[in-house]
C-alpha cells in the first residue's frame, strides 16, 4: 500500500535546532510517523522531549552549541545518537540563524557566525552522518534551505550566502551519495512564523508587502513542513536527489 512508504516505523532521525520553531514541528511530524528522535540544540529541548515521549518515541538530546562546535564535537553527536539509539537513518540540518544589516556596515562577526551555523555545521554533520550511513546502506539527509537559496534578500547577505551553499552542497551531496542509497534534498521553506521573522511580522509596513506577495495570504507554520519532511524521510522519495522543495505558500510562483 502506499501509504506504508510514508512509514517512519525503526528510523531514527538527527533534528538541530529542534527546540522551537520549525525544527520542533519536523521533529513532531517524524515522530507522528514513526521515527525515535535525537535533538540538536544549544540549550534543551524539554517541550520537545515531552511531545516526543507521549508519542511513545524514544528520544536522545545533544546540548551543543553551532555557534562553537567543532567537527571533533559533530562527530561526536552522531557517534553518540548511534550509541544510545542503536542507529541514524535521517539527518534534518535545521538549526539556523540571521543577522539584518545593510551590506556596506555588515560586520565580519555577523558573516562567520552566520555561515558557521547555517552552512559549515549543516556540511559537517552531513559528512559524520554519511560515513554512519555508507556502511548501514543508505539514509535520508534533509536540509532547511530558505527563498533566499533562490533569491537575493535585503540586508541579509551572510544569510543569503549561506541558504545559497545549502542549495549547492544539496546538489553536490546527492550527486556523491546517491549510489550509496542516500538521498539528500532540501526543504525551502517561505514566510514562516518564526523567531527569525519577528522583526518583519512586528513591522506593519513590512508585513503586509510580504503578505500581499504570497498567494496562501498568511505566514507559513511549523506544521506546513510536516508533510514534507516525512515524505523526504521516508522511502516514498527513494528516487527523489538534489531537489530543493519550496513550501512557501507560492512566493515563488508569485
Request: hydrophobic share 45%; aromatic share 6%.
Amino acid at each position: 500500500m502506499i501509504l506504508d512508504l510514508f512509514k517512519l516505523d525503526g528510523k531514527v532521525a538527527l533534528v538541530t535546532g529542534a527546540g522551537q520553531g520549525l525544527g520542533q514541528g519536523m521533529s513532531l511530524g517524524l515522530a507522528e510517523a514513526g521515527a525515535d528522535i535525537a535533538s540538536l540544540d544549544r540549550t534543551g529541548c524539554e517541550g520537545t522531549c515531552e511531545s516526543i515521549r507521549a508519542l511513545g518515541r524514544k528520544y536522545h538530546e545533544a546540548v551543543v552549541d553551532l555557534r562553537e562546535a567543532s567537527v571533533e564535537q559533530l562527530n561526536e553527536v552522531v557517534a553518540n545518537v548511534v550509541k544510545e539509539l542503536g542507529r541514524i537513518d535521517i539527518l534534518v540540518n535545521n538549526a539556523g540563524t540571521i543577522r539584518r544589516t545593510p551590506a556596506i556596515d555588515f560586520s565580519e562577526k555577523d558573516w562567520d557566525d552566520v555561515l558557521q551555523i547555517n552552512l559549515k555545521a549543516a556540511f559537517f554533520l552531513s559528512q559524520a552522518v554519511g560515513r554512519a550511513m555508507i556502511p548501514q546502506g543508505g539514509g535520508k539527509i534533509i536540509n532547511v534551505a530558505s527563498m533566499l537559496s533562490f533569491q537575493g534578500g535585503i540586508n541579509v547577505p551572510s544569510y543569503t550566502a549561506s541558504k545559497s551553499g545549502i542549495a549547492g552542497i544539496t546538489r553536490a551531496l546527492a550527486n556523491e551519495w546517491a549510489k550509496h542509497n542516500i538521498n539528500v534534498n532540501a526543504i525551502a521553506p517561505g514566510y514562516m512564523a518564526t523567531d527569525n521573522t519577528a522583526a518583519l511580522r512586528a513591522d506593519p509596513n513590512r508585513s503586509t508587502s510580504i503578505l500581499d506577495r504570497i498567494p496562501a495570504a498568511r505566514w507559513g507554520t511549523p506544521d506546513d513542513l510536516k508533510g514534507t519532511v516525512v515524505f523526504l524521510a521516508s522511502s516514498a522519495s527513494d528516487y527523489l536527489n538534489g531537489a530543493i522543495i519550496p513550501v512557501d505558500g507560492g512566493w515563488l510562483a508569485r
